[in-house]
């Protein structure tokens, strides 16, 4: 996940302790997932995890509650970067409309790393079954982003009312649709975005489809 950087006149600094905790829960997580990619899910241990991760494995255990857990929050993108510039969106717009664009603007954006790592990620979802209900959980916290937002947006209560719930289902379900279409397609750098794009542009005509 590629760092991100704020004015200070925008949003408060992190104190030292919580810069220290983000960075402690990035380096076990990444010890997990390379560990995970060298030597396979079944063959790593948590006291393997801490000792690449100059932890102890408490500490591990402290952060997260597997080491499945470990392996999926490494290289992940947050729900924030995903949907940077959607409160700048013309009220007016179809909401779909405006989460296309944020969404769409946002993946174009990762790198080739970045896109290395996801396929790579998705590759052992697919291979260690016990991986995918940390990789659904993910989804589900960028569907919680989406139905805060718009809930906002719509000035709607975000826990009783259904159409920011529907809004946001719907646009989680298009972007893990186009993520695992383009992993199993073994889609190149660019064809993510554009799939993200076209599951959107589905949706808005109400999945309507003809053949």
Same mark, same amino acid.
């Given at each position: 996940m590629p760092e991100t950087t704020s004015n200070a006149d925008e949003a408060p600094q992190l104190g030292l302790r919580? @810069?220290?905790?983000?960075? +402690?829960? @990035? +380096?076990?997580?990444?010890?997990?997932?390379?560990? +995970?990619?060298?030597?396979g899910l079944d063959k790593v241990t948590i006291d393997q995890i801490a000792d690449r991760a100059f932890v102890s494995p408490r500490t591990v255990s402290n952060y997260f509650t597997s080491k499945e857990a470990a392996v999926v929050a490494a290289h992940n993108n947050e729900p924030v970067e995903l949907l940077e510039g959607l409160e700048e969106r013309p009220t007016d717009e179809s909401p779909l409309h405006s989460?296309?664009?944020?969404?769409? +603007?946002?993946i174009r954006g990762w790198s080739k790393e970045q896109l290395q790592q996801l396929r790579e990620k998705e590759a052992l979802v697919d291979r260690y079954p016990t991986l995918l209900p940390h990789r659904m959980a993910q989804f589900d916290e960028l569907e919680d982003a989406i139905r805060d937002a718009i809930a906002a947006r719509t000035e709607a209560d975000p826990d009783t009312a259904a159409f920011p719930r529907l809004v946001a289902g719907a646009a989680a379900t298009a972007v893990k649709t186009a993520i695992r279409v383009w992993s199993n397609t073994d889609g190149d750098a660019g064809s993510i975005a554009e799939l993200v794009e076209q599951a959107f542009e589905e949706l808005e005509a109400g999945l309507s489809h003809e053949s």
């Open positions: 919580e @810069r220290k905790k983000q960075l +402690t829960h @990035r +380096t076990i997580a990444d010890a997990a997932y390379s560990l +995970t990619l060298e030597h989460l296309s664009i944020v969404l769409t +603007t946002a």
